[in-house]
């Protein structure tokens, strides 16, 4: 780290930085290899005991956006010369963020300015008391008093900022409070809902996600960890992350010097470390692709050829685990999680109810604008499929699904008041899943409404006819609305489960899993030598520990009358 002025980093202290990158890469590179194998088995798992979910819509087969998810004109700060220019700014369908010099060029089809990539990232609305906080952080972190660091620059009224702890944060101001604010749920979603992974194998995308938390257990790192981007990106911040909790802060805290001296320090050594852990991330994440390919080669026929054996040998160790591990769980269970299981439940059941009423509400409504196009047109003309635009965009679009989205963002207050005991729960993640399961149902409901209208009007005068077409849309749209009011029950009931499973089980794997694991080691030994690649005894153990909390969960739930029904 010869490019750093006056660095504390001396070559004994380099060995360790790049023994602890080393280390962190080892780790993830056996659970990786690990979690392939398990996931690659769960899939031919899925596959041979597929059965078909009781949904009574028909489920539409690539449920996409087809158009930008908003477009309008923001101001935003430059990154090097910091001056703020208005941007055209588009959310696209995958839920990047492109910025065009001006709507006339977007219009145009000409390049953009920038694309954001928000997986990852974290939107803030309030930037006053943020940068607050991030400057009492960082004068903790170095030892310093908050009144010694530079002031932040005073931001524009109406300004947010699409952040990230370690990449390129954007500030990006509005022209009123309401605008921005629209702007702050929509960039959020696209925080949540951007895909950022590289490898299309969904395999490989399932044992990554897999490898990380292990990983970070490996390390001692219990409890939730919110990431995102790419899968060089991920890990990158992973070792980041480790570097800091182990060696960085100790070293930043014991900087000398006036401030200016010891925060170019600071920003020196973090760019070196992260030129350091690029440089080594890149080679072994290659490396570990070539390993994988091998490893499902070998593995995937014997899994297929012995897959009933395999589910055996898997069903007897679980019981194993669950007769060594009960007495370990329960009292945790039934002291500390069941009493707050019906509290949890009431959190959901009023907003979730309320938010499918709007969501068939936004079905209603358009269904009642199709008939009066088609009175108005007389008929469907030559193409009813024409007429699907507005009915296929509708689920994806924020300003539609706004009063239905609105019901359930009144979870985020409550939901932060449980992480006083389940402190690893993000409520806006769990929101974001309640606003999908909303979208999942509607954009499921105008696929069978379509499907069903375009065998409905087949030999009948409804291209030509206004009332045979009025006639057959409101026939369509009545069994479509039966089916919408059993899929939304079902869809939420599920999403209580599921939800529920989130908050409670990070909470106790913390306490049940470091109890549990020497109970368990010595039951590995059951494990056929044969089945070692795809048969692991701590993914067993987590599976039974899911099904036991599941239990408890859908004793409660399953008493719950749902009435989902759009508040008929």
């Not at 952040?163 to 749920?185: G, L, M, N, P, T």
């Not at 080679?283 to 899994?303: D, S, V």
């Amino acid at each position: 780290m010869g490019g750093v002025v006056g660095s504390p980093v001396d070559e004994a202290k380099q060995r360790e930085i790049k023994e602890l990158i080393e280390t962190v890469l080892k780790t993830f590179t056996v659970q990786y290899t690990k979690a392939y194998g398990i996931a690659l088995l769960k899939k031919i798992k899925a596959d041979v005991n597929a059965q078909p979910e009781d949904w009574k819509l028909d489920q539409r087969p690539d449920s996409k956006p087809k158009e930008p998810l908003k477009e309008g004109l923001l101001t935003k700060q430059g990154a090097i010369r910091k001056n703020w220019l208005k941007r055209y700014f588009v959310v696209r369908p995958d839920y990047k963020i492109e910025y065009y010099e001006t709507e006339e060029a977007y219009r145009a089809k000409k390049a953009p300015k920038g694309v954001i990539a928000p997986c990852g990232y974290s939107v803030k609305s309030d930037l006053a008391k943020d940068m607050v906080e991030r400057l009492a952080e960082i004068a903790e972190k170095m030892g310093a008093q908050v009144s010694d660091l530079p002031q932040p620059d005073k931001m524009p009224d109406h300004c947010l900022e699409i952040h990230h702890y370690r990449r390129r944060c954007f500030f990006i101001h509005a022209d009123s409070d309401q605008e921005k604010q629209e702007w702050v749920k929509v960039f959020r979603q696209c925080a949540w809902r951007c895909w950022g992974f590289e490898n299309e194998d969904p395999v490989a995308n399932e044992a990554f996600k897999e490898a990380i938390r292990r990983t970070r257990w490996e390390l001692g790192r219990w409890g939730y960890w919110s990431y995102g981007g790419t899968e060089t990106q991920i890990l990158c911040d992973l070792i980041v992350n480790e570097l800091n909790w182990t060696l960085l802060s100790d070293i930043f805290y014991n900087l000398k010097g006036p401030w200016a001296v010891r925060w170019k320090i600071r920003n020196q050594l973090l760019k070196m470390l992260d030129t350091m852990v690029s440089a080594a991330v890149g080679p072994a994440l290659k490396a570990m692709e070539t390993a994988i390919k091998t490893l499902r080669g070998r593995i995937e026929p014997m899994i297929r050829e012995k897959v009933e054996p395999i589910f055996k040998v898997e069903e007897e160790i679980k019981e194993k685990i669950k007769d060594a591990c009960l007495d370990s769980i329960n009292p945790t269970l039934s002291e500390k999680v069941a009493p707050r299981l019906a509290g949890i439940l009431q959190i959901m059941i009023s907003p979730m109810t309320d938010a499918f009423a709007e969501t068939r509400n936004v079905f209603e409504k358009l269904i009642q604008d199709l008939v009066e196009k088609v009175e108005k047109d007389n008929g469907f003309g030559s193409r009813i499929d024409a007429h699907f635009r507005s009915l296929d965009n509708a689920p994806h679009s924020y300003w539609k699904m706004r009063p239905a989205y609105d019901k359930t963002d009144v979870m985020e207050d409550p939901l932060w008041v449980l992480r006083q005991f389940f402190d690893d729960i993000h409520p806006w993640s769990l929101i974001y899943e309640a606003h999908g399961t909303l979208r999942t149902i509607l954009d499921n409901a105008f696929y069978t409404f379509e499907e069903e209208l375009q065998k409905a009007v087949e030999d009948t005068p409804a291209k030509t006819d206004g009332a045979a077409a009025k006639t057959a849309i409101e026939k369509c749209r009545d069994s479509v609305q039966e089916k919408f009011s059993q899929d939304a029950q079902k869809a939420t009931l599920d999403y209580y489960k599921s939800i529920m499973l989130t908050i409670i089980l990070p909470f106790l794997q913390k306490i049940v899993n470091p109890v549990c694991k020497p109970l368990i080691e010595p039951i590995a030994s059951a494990i056929p030598d044969a089945f070692s690649d795809i048969v692991d005894i701590e993914e067993m153990f987590d599976d039974t520990l899911e099904k036991i909390v599941s239990g408890a969960i859908e004793t409660v739930v399953d008493h719950v009358n749902t009435p989902a029904e759009g508040g008929e």
